[in-house]
């Protein structure tokens, strides 16, 4: 395990996301159950503990990851629930270039980036633009808002 803290409400958004399957489903690209974590294999069933500490162990992966790319500064928690959650459902590969972007403070263009991240024809759109506007949302109160240090530093209007 990468002991990474894991905040309640990451695990309650990617759980009210996800929702919970016991056994098994074909989910666009793998077969996955739990919550949308991939299966062992196609017949394989779960109960809800094993569901959730395999999406707390998936989660912390893509926490390491958004973290390794946020090297220069910490993120705030609701970049990282955000990010958390969108490379949680895209994978690394499919959220890179949008963690890069908030990364370098460029929310806006990530948020963007984000919501064009629906993948059409899958059966899932209305879903993902529901979950794309909550993520974004998480992303641009994280931009909207500096941090009482930055404030403090930058002589924002708090």
Known sequence: ???????????????AFEGFSSCAYWDVSQYSNGH?????HKYECIDQRVARDRLISHAEKDIKFIKNIYKDRKPTDSELVSLASFCYNTGPRGCEKVVKLAANGEHRAASWAMRQNIKKGSGYEEGLKIRRAKETALLLEAAEKPSFTEWIISGYDY
């Open 1 to 15: 395990m990468l002991n990474y803290a894991i905040s309640s409400k990451l695990i309650t958004l990617l759980i």
């Open 36 to 40: 949308g974590t991939k299966a062992a």
